[in-house]
């Protein structure tokens, strides 16, 4: 078992998020301009206005965590296990109390933002047994 207590709390998770994204400086995702300026907080996260198009957003408005219900530190916990030491997605579902349909369909989401190349098995494929 992994601790999840690895992100500490939701704030160090938005954090993290924040310098990962931002690390440029803060861009509109809408109209991709730099003329921003802080509105405020919602929760744990940032609120940034755009000058240019007067939208506003946040640190995860525009990526594969928008509009979760789950909390990011559990995202990033699930991610950084799936990743790092090849943990199924059983044993996370299990861990972080979700079901296996969404990890799959978040999981899947992320390969698909890092645009991961797909297998693509052509001929005979052989697969050990452990």
């Given at each position: 078992?992994?601790?999840?207590?690895?992100?500490g709390?939701?704030?160090?998770?938005?954090?993290?998020?924040?310098?990962?994204?931002w690390?440029?400086?803060?861009?509109?995702?809408?109209?991709?301009?730099?003329?921003?300026?802080?509105?405020?907080?919602?929760?744990?996260?940032?609120?940034?206005?755009?000058?240019?198009?007067d939208?506003?957003?946040?640190?995860k408005?525009?990526?594969?965590?928008a509009?979760?219900?789950?909390?990011?530190r559990?995202?990033?916990?699930s991610?950084?296990?799936?990743?790092?030491?090849n943990?199924?997605?059983?044993?996370?579902?299990c861990?972080?109390?979700m079901?296996?349909?969404?990890?799959?369909?978040r999981?899947?989401?992320?390969?698909?933002a890092?645009?991961?190349?797909?297998?693509?098995?052509?001929?005979?494929?052989?697969?050990?047994?452990m």
């Amino acid at each position: 078992m992994i601790p999840l207590d690895m992100f500490g709390s939701e704030s160090v998770a938005a954090d993290l998020s924040e310098q990962v994204r931002w690390h440029d400086g803060v861009t509109c995702p809408r109209c991709r301009s730099d003329r921003t300026v802080r509105n405020g907080s919602y929760r744990e996260f940032q609120r940034y206005l755009c000058k240019n198009c007067d939208r506003t957003f946040n640190d995860k408005t525009g990526t594969v965590f928008a509009h979760s219900k789950i909390a990011l530190r559990r995202w990033l916990f699930s991610i950084y296990a799936f990743l790092r030491f090849n943990t199924s997605l059983r044993q996370l579902q299990c861990e972080i109390g979700m079901t296996h349909k969404t990890m799959h369909w978040r999981i899947e989401r992320f390969t698909r933002a890092l645009d991961a190349p797909s297998l693509n098995l052509v001929g005979p494929v052989e697969i050990d047994e452990m």
